[in-house]
């Protein structure tokens, strides 16, 4: 097997395992505030729940951009283990925590430590042959979204099999030895010296030279409202269910059901989309797709069954699969040489700031316009950002590598 395709194969088994870790404590974690932390007060439990799921993203979207500095000046594959082995002891030490704060704090810190999924995006784009860049976008992605939509899954089975406290301790130890077959399996081509030759600027300085390139900033963009539309009704779904099904019989399975479909449709499109990209441009895929993830996300405001929404749901899933391994072939396109880690990182929190502010935002403005007016907004400002992409992406004295940055 080729080089290349190692390092794909290894990749895809670390951003799985780190996906549903992130996600696994999802079905457990009041039952786990209540039963071995103490908590007795319902109102208390949900607080500490939304915080204590809400501090990962929100460090990780600190500190992603500070890692991909690093992994532009000391390499991709360093970064990748250092987060990693991080998130392996990280995850140990929750299963210890004694007080709901504890717990906390180690959420803080596991976002803080982490960068495993924009390092191996770097790492992939790197060292995948220009020809096959949009396959190997795509199955990374499967791979997030498979451990994303299974970690709840597998949480859930674990937690009636061997208790919660024992499921941080086999995360830790699948997280170490994802990191460990990285270590021996994959190599990188990097040049420490040539790096080191570049001049070392700060992250907002960073940021401001990307953003010059506008079609970097677009992609950002789609990057973000993809996460905000997809996150933002994820809390509110159940009781939508619950209206649309007018019964309380099966609601948690149709309310699972109708979350978890887009995610499986995703994660079969994406390796797909990504290898049809290759074939035809990375352009046209993720224009195509970003048009049909808006004209799918509007009429779920309009369904009056379950089926109905089931559908929209899947065929909203097969367009995202191809918007993240689009946008992530592209930003390579775009970015200078020797700032792909960072702006890949900066990615990366776009995506932690659109599953943070989705859920928080959706859920403020769900008492005026209800679970449909989100649909709508979502699909709105998906449309804007097509507008956005075709008129950066598609001008051809603008966005190349070879473009003026004064």
């Known amino acids: 097997m080729q080089q290349w395709k190692i390092n794909i194969v290894v990749l895809w088994i670390g951003q799985f395992f780190v996906n549903a870790g992130m996600t696994m404590i999802i079905p457990f974690l009041s039952l786990y505030l209540k039963q071995d932390l103490g908590l007795t007060d319902t109102h208390k439990i949900g607080v500490w729940a939304g915080l204590i799921f809400a501090a990962n993203f929100l460090t990780s979207f600190i500190f992603q951009p500070i890692w991909g500095k690093f992994a532009d000046k000391y390499g991709r594959k360093m970064m990748l283990l250092r987060s990693g082995f991080g998130m392996a002891i990280v995850m140990v030490l929750m299963g210890f925590a004694q007080t709901p704060l504890q717990l906390l704090l180690l959420r803080l810190l596991n976002g803080t430590i982490s960068g495993f999924n924009p390092a191996a995006i770097s790492l992939a784009a790197s060292a ?3 020809k096959s860049i949009g396959f190997a976008m795509g199955t990374l992605q499967s791979g997030q979204v498979a451990g994303t939509i299974l970690g709840p899954f597998i949480g859930g089975l674990l937690a009636d099999s061997v208790g919660y406290r024992p499921i941080f301790y086999i995360t830790g130890a699948l997280l170490f030895l994802a990191s460990l077959f990285a270590t021996f399996l994959i190599k990188e ?14 992250v907002i300085a960073g940021f401001i030279q990307l953003s010059k390139f506008k079609p970097l900033m677009a992609l950002f963009t789609v990057t973000f409202l993809l996460q905000f539309a997809m996150m933002g009704p994820m809390p509110l779904m159940p009781l939508y269910v619950q209206e649309l099904h007018g019964s309380t019989v099966n609601l948690a399975f149709w309310a699972g059901f109708v979350s978890s479909i887009t995610g499986i449709s ?5 390796p797909l989309l990504g290898k049809l990209s290759d074939r035809i441009g990375s352009n046209g895929i993720l224009l195509v797709c970003l048009l049909g993830a808006a004209v799918m996300l509007i009429p779920q405001a309009f369904v009056s069954t379950v089926w109905q929404l089931i559908v929209f749901r899947f065929l909203l899933g097969m367009f995202m699969g191809g918007l993240l391994p689009s946008v992530n072939s592209l930003i390579r396109k775009f970015t200078p ?13 776009t995506l932690a700031l659109g ?7 959706a859920g403020a403005l769900s008492g005026n316009i209800g679970i449909q007016g989100i649909f709508i907004v979502s699909g709105i400002l998906l449309l804007f950002n097509v507008l956005w992409v075709w008129t950066t992406l598609y001008r051809k004295s603008r966005g190349s590598k070879t473009s003026s940055t004064t």
């Open 337 to 349: 040489d020797g700032m792909e880690s960072r702006a890949y990182s900066f990615n990366s929190s």
């Open 189 to 202: 081509n990097f040049n420490r010296e040539e790096a080191n030759k570049k001049p070392d600027i700060s």
């Open 128 to 130: 995948t042959p220009k």
């Open 355 to 361: 599953n943070m502010l989705g859920p928080i935002v």
């Open 266 to 270: 995703n994660m079969v499109a994406s």
